[in-house]
């Protein structure tokens, strides 16, 4: 490239603007009140001052806008998460050190499910669009992924979905590019009981740059950053509810598992131990016949 990123900086919008649309669950066999409580974006890649969240009033519907979202190398700072491990991360270094970047934005969605139900899926789509600027002997990535969920009764679930995942290797790279995806995240949480009905859903989004080993000393650098496609540029993300096997939906039974057999007279069904067990209760014992009494004469 014969062109220096200082000399491209004014022609980047200076406002970068990232939206999700966000929406509550159709639920399938019964009418629902799921509804999406705190929303938090969290990380370097999603500062505090640069995050909106907006919500409809009844709650089931959120808008989150970001201002910032973009990564750059060398960078003198430290304000990245490099020294995090992760998949995409594997050689934690220094947040000083200026030949990589790592950004990350945590967008954590908690949200009740009604008593009697539980989440079986997430439907997620997407549609960015970004700008890359690299010059030859650097690289980056980004990368869109599920992080855990944890479900009703706090049990905690490790989700691997990736939504979308690109990687920029060689450098030598002026580009606009375009991501628009959509998954189903298996998710099949435990039953909602009552009072122990919330959830919590993480995903992660990671924006890393780097320059490779032998440009480190040269006049190199890279440039990454994420906006929206337009008007329509959005994240969707969509949380589909059933009601629980023995269950009616409204919490009464909900989780139960109704026995799969009868048991016979003197057992009953245990559903830890899934098979008939002896009853506690003993069986009416029979009334006790008074003695005859002894006659005065013949005894």
């Not at 705190?38 to 970001?66: E, H, N």
């Not at 479900?151 to 920029?168: C, D």
């Not at 009981?193 to 000393?217: D, F």
Request: aromatic share 6%; charged share 25%.
């Amino acid at each position: 490239m014969d062109y220096k990123l200082e000399t491209l900086k004014p022609m980047i919008p200076v406002l970068i603007m990232l939206s999700l649309v966000i929406f509550a669950a159709e639920s399938f066999g019964a009418e629902t009140d799921f509804s999406f409580g705190q929303i938090t974006a969290r990380g370097s890649g999603c500062p505090a001052g640069t995050v909106d969240i907006i919500k409809t009033d009844d709650q089931k519907t959120a808008s989150i806008l970001f201002s910032e979202m973009m990564v750059e190398v060398p960078q003198f700072d430290g304000d990245n998460e490099n020294d995090e491990m992760d998949d995409d991360n594997r050689t934690p270094t220094s947040r000083h050190n200026k030949d990589i970047a790592v950004k990350v934005c945590n967008i954590v969605l908690k949200a009740d499910i009604p008593a009697g139900h539980k989440i079986t899926s997430a439907d997620i789509s997407i549609d960015y669009r970004g700008a890359a600027i690299m010059d030859q002997g650097t690289q980056a990535l980004f990368h869109s992924k599920f992080l855990n969920f944890v479900g009703p009764q706090r049990k905690e679930h490790r989700v691997k979905g990736t939504v979308v995942r690109k990687v920029w290797r060689n450098g030598n790279v002026d580009e606009d590019f375009t991501f628009s995806e959509s998954k189903k995240i298996a998710l099949n949480s435990n039953c909602g009981k009552r009072g122990q009905r919330n959830t919590k859903i993480v995903l992660k989004n990671i924006l890393k740059a780097g320059i490779k080993r032998g440009y480190q000393n040269e006049d190199v650098s890279a440039f990454l950053s994420l906006d929206s496609s337009d008007i329509v540029g959005k994240m969707q993300i969509k949380l589909n509810t059933e009601v629980c096997r023995g269950g009616n939906g409204n919490g009464n039974g909900g989780g139960v598992e109704q026995p799969p057999v009868q048991c016979r007279r003197g057992f009953s069904w245990d559903p830890h131990l899934k098979r008939c067990k002896p009853s506690r209760e003993r069986p009416p014992r029979r009334p006790r016949v008074p003695r005859r009494p002894r006659h005065p004469i013949w005894g």
